[in-house]
């Protein structure tokens, strides 16, 4: 993990998950609450869906509490924390199980807006996923996720940016949607770099006017228009991707860390 932001940045926030948790031990303090239970390692550092919560379509729930864990070592890498999507009993249905987090980067902020979103900033993540798809296929019905900028007061027409996003063992691409008009995509970002074949990093820059989209430190994009101007949230949500996972799918998202960096409203984009 990069221990300097370097110029232009204040570090915010970083996770190297170098504290192991057991699997099932990412139980939020309330049922419909986001907050881990405050005895959690990570209490200060992530926050969950709550168990039970549909995904997009409902093809998938998010279930922390089933998925969520933190390894001493994965593919190499010190301290991981992995979504160990698969599917099992709940309440009496068979459910495809994943989960989505997002970090908290200003914990003893007074608002949950302060807690978790900021206007502008960097945001990088160490990834890789293993498994996931259907044997034979890696365009099939399986798992994905997005890392995501939402608008922190939920009103989608302030912006969205999706990068990276992804078919677990499919090709690691991006969105910007239209500001106003949402529904859109203003920019596609297509890379030919598979999910699955070794770790990666990704970083977003947002900037007043500039987006700049980063993979293994190659900027690949960037974009001067629909750019957001109000405070977004980052967090990264996983669950069946188009689909319903099958029941003998099963994989895993690994990640290495995180950082969230601010930006100093002084140096011009890269
Ligand atoms: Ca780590």
């Not at 200003?106 to 044997?135: I, K, L, M, N």
């Not at 910007?176 to 596609?188: D, G, L």
């Not at 974009?223 to 996983?238: E, K």
Request: aromatic residues 12%.
């Amino acid at each position: 993990m990069p221990a300097s932001p370097g110029p232009g940045w204040e570090r915010l926030y970083s996770e190297d998950f170098a504290a192991p948790a057991n699997r099932s031990s990412f139980v939020n303090e309330r049922p419909d609450d986001w907050c881990l239970a405050s005895s959690h390692p990570y209490a200060r550092s992530l926050r969950s869906y709550p168990d039970g919560w549909g995904t997009t379509g409902d093809l998938s729930l998010n279930y922390a509490s089933k998925t969520a864990g933190v390894s001493p070592t994965a593919y190499g890498a010190p301290g991981v924390f992995e979504v160990n999507a698969h599917t099992a009993s709940v309440s009496g249905q068979q459910r495809s199980l994943a989960g989505s987090f997002f970090p908290v980067i200003r914990p003893d902020a007074s608002s949950t807006q302060e807690q978790t979103a900021q206007t502008y900033g960097r945001y990088s993540v160490r990834f890789r996923t293993e498994g996931g798809y259907p044997a034979g296929s890696e365009t099939g019905a399986g798992y994905g996720t997005a890392f995501l900028l939402w608008p922190a007061n939920d009103n989608w027409s302030e912006g969205e940016i999706d990068y990276p996003e992804m078919a677990w063992g499919g090709k690691i691409s991006g969105y910007v949607h239209e500001i106003n008009n949402p529904s859109n995509n203003a920019h596609v970002i297509d890379t030919t770099t598979p999910t699955d074949d070794a770790w990666h990093t990704a970083t977003i820059e947002w900037y007043p006017n500039a987006l700049a989209f980063h993979l293994d430190a190659v900027m690949i994009k960037k974009v001067t228009d629909n750019v957001p101007t109000t405070p977004l949230r980052w967090g990264f949500q996983s669950g069946g991707h188009s689909a319903t996972p099958a029941p003998e799918v099963q994989g895993k998202l690994l990640i290495d860390w995180i950082t969230i960096d601010a930006y100093d409203g002084a140096t011009p984009p890269r």
